[in-house]
Nanobody
Framework: EVQLVESGGGLVQAGGSLKLSCSSS????????IGWFLQAPGREREGIAC????????YYRDSVKGRFTIFSNNAKNTVYLQMNNLKREDTAVYYC???????????????WGQGTQVTVSS
């Protein structure tokens, strides 16, 4: 069974940085897409960044461009989200998901991690 585990969340001051990790088991990062999503209370889960080995491409939500970077360590089957210049509105639970069909559709992400809480204080 494919499993994903997020880590690296925590409490950080506005302007600070965090590095989230998404570790996988039961799958390699060949021909898969790994996306980072956030979910605030009462809100739908929304994509913020995605890396696709199938497409050889990365994608970012406009609000995080220039601040967040998604990258992978294929040898470790781990995808990271480096978050810089964090803002209060970045506060949410962050999830990673795996898709075998690219980054385009949230419904195609069939495996999710448990989430990691990111809290940004003002």
């Amino acid at each position: 069974e494919v499993q994903l585990v997020e880590s690296g969340g925590g409490l950080v001051q506005a302007g600070g940085s965090l590095k989230l990790s998404c570790s996988s088991s039961g799958v390699t990062f060949d021909d898969v897409a790994i996306g980072w999503f956030l979910q605030a209370p009462g809100r739908e889960r929304e994509g913020i960044a995605c890396v696709s080995s199938t497409e050889d491409a990365t994608y970012y939500r406009d609000s995080v461009k220039g601040r967040f970077t998604i990258f992978s360590n294929n040898a470790k089957n781990t995808v990271y989200l480096q978050m810089n210049n964090l803002k209060r509105e970045d506060t949410a639970v962050y999830y990673c998901g795996l898709s075998h069909f690219g980054c385009d559709d949230r419904a195609l992400f069939g495996v999710w991690g448990q989430g990691t809480q990111v809290t940004v204080s003002s």
